[in-house]
């Protein structure tokens, strides 16, 4: 049974951390802890949140952030990765216009965003700039005038103010009137807007379903292409594609058909390669106003809320199982769940993706994943020391692999094998349970045995001459 390095590292390290919630998130404006424990607790890994300057700067060089620090706070506390929309201009900045209205003068939009950057560096790794820019119900403008008033200033100022920030646009909605039509105004923003978009954002809603949904990202049809497709020819094919909003309202649906969706596109995302990210519109209804959330507005969870959790928790289950080139290509869990503990590997790591899951990964190697996950991530994450050192090592046994994948020398592998076996020492150490004693005590033996040769003596046995999975167990 071939064995893949994305095994070999989980194995040894026997990290057990479930980052494969790093696909899913929410909307959840900027709703308090009451609202958010519930995302916790249903292990959703991202939320979206709003940074609405009208509410923030109401008045001209006031600046007012205590709700949106309640909620980032609660995020960077709580173990939830955040998407920050910047967005809406305050009456005093634009005539004295509706917020969907560009400032008059477009320094003063950029002190905002430079100002809310800032104050969240470290916190807040991505932004949103504008929601549904092509609406004229969120914004009034061209696309020239969202280019030239809105994304491009703002995204100058993110990157002077934190050069690690990841700028999410153009966040437009699926629409197909003529005044509005998705692709050509995708089409402008992504050719004009290149310098600032380093993840493609869209937002579909269709009551038709999931399949629905993904044949408009996927496939197109015969007057509109596909979303992949559009950002393919404007020289977006290597950037993740995010859906930032879809979801069904129970005004319209019913609760069992909400669920019933929710875990069909949940599905189709596990099993896509297309879609790198979802969040669902929204976490909570707004009595009178919007029943897209999946909590009731008195916080009572709805059926979706429920479906939500429990495909997280059970992922593994609805990995589809055949044994096609094309479907394993698709597989995107076990990927996902490795790059997202650093954000600078995802890029390059992406490259090697389609070679090795076509090659290696089989539905045996993701479950055997899982197996670890659940047995050891309860523990970790009551020790976050021990939990930030297996990212750290992670870190670098990627950077390893890297390398060796481009036929360079790998720094310090000696040391980093040292430093893993210290770790797992460390780590047998805090635990009680003697079988996990004595499967830490199995890999610390076999990271001995290669702590003197090349990464590719190790990578090459392990993957072509040891059944390492029984050996482990």
Known sequence: MKKTFLNFVLVLLLSGILLSADIYGINTHVWGPTVLQKVKEARIGWIRVD???????????????????????????????????????????????????????????????????????????????????????????????????????????IRDADSTAKIVAPEISYSTAPESRWDTYMKTVLNKGKKFIDIVSIHIYDNRGADAIMKKIEEGDAVYPSVVNLKTI???????LWLTETGWTTAVVTEDQQATNYFELLK???????????????????????????????????????????????????IEDNNDDEKERKKACAYNAFVSYERDLIENLRKEKKKYLINNVSRENIKFYYELSSKYES????KPVLKKEVSKLLIRWGNVFLAMEREKKADNFELLVKDTIKFLSELKREIGDKEKKNEIDRGIGLLKVYQHSSPERMFYDFTFNIKLKELIK
């Open 51 to 157: 940074a609405s300057w009208n509410e923030i700067e109401e008045r001209k060089g006031f600046f007012n952030y205590s709700r949106l620090d309640q909620a980032i706070n609660y995020a960077a506390n709580n173990g939830l990765k955040v998407l920050c929309v910047l967005a809406y201009t305050p009456s005093w900045a634009n005539g004295g216009k509706a917020p969907i209205y560009p400032p008059l003068d477009v320094s003063y939009w950029r002190r905002f965003v430079s100002t809310t950057v800032k104050r969240y560096k470290g916190k807040v790794h991505y932004w949103s700039i504008w929601n549904e820019p092509n609406l004229k119900d969120f914004f009034v403008g061209s696309p020239t005038d969202y280019l030239e008033k809105i994304l491009i200033p703002a995204g100058q100022e």
């Open 268 to 318: 189709r995302i596990l099993n896509s390669s297309s879609v790198d990210k979802v969040f669902f519109y929204e976490i909570k209804d707004i009595e009178n106003v919007s029943y897209y959330g999946i909590l009731k507005s008195n916080n009572t969870p709805k059926k979706a809320y429920y479906t939500y959790k429990n495909f997280i928790a059970n992922e593994s289950d609805f």
């Open 234 to 240: 404007t020289g977006y094919g290597g950037k993740e």
């Open 379 to 382: 523990f970790l994450n009551k």
